[in-house]
Nanobody, 122 residues
């Protein structure tokens, strides 16, 4: 069964950090680009960051300088390290996998996780 499972979300105060994990099962992440997306209440899903199969990374402006995307292919897992979190980072965070070399649109991703809640609040 092909599956992506996110973990690592939670409640943190502004300025805090979280590391999200995205573990794949039923297929190998080798050769896939991995993207992180988020959706806040009453807002559309938006991209956060992408790491390609060759390790190239891309960040939306909202994530630049604060978030770091990475992958560990032997562990079949990708990560999103989030530092200096702000209230506006509160959202459900999703990971997704795409065979497209450099995807940037949600419709280019083939597999999606169920999401993990990140809440930034004092």
């Amino acid at each position: 069964q092909v599956q992506l499972v996110e973990s690592g979300g939670g409640l943190v105060p502004p300025g805090g950090s979280l590391r999200l994990s995205c573990r794949a099962s039923g297929f190998s992440l080798d050769g896939y680009a991995i993207g992180w997306f988020r959706q806040a209440p009453e807002k559309e899903r938006e991209g956060v960051s992408v790491i390609s199969a060759d390790g190239s990374t891309y960040y939306e402006d909202s994530a630049k300088g604060r978030f770091t995307i990475s992958r560990d292919n032997p562990k079949n897992t990708a990560y999103l390290q989030m530092n200096s979190l702000k209230n506006e980072d509160t959202a459900v965070y999703y990971c997704a996998a795409a065979l497209t070399r450099y995807p940037n649109l949600p419709e280019e991703f083939d597999y999606w996780g169920q999401g993990t809640q990140v809440t930034v609040s004092s």
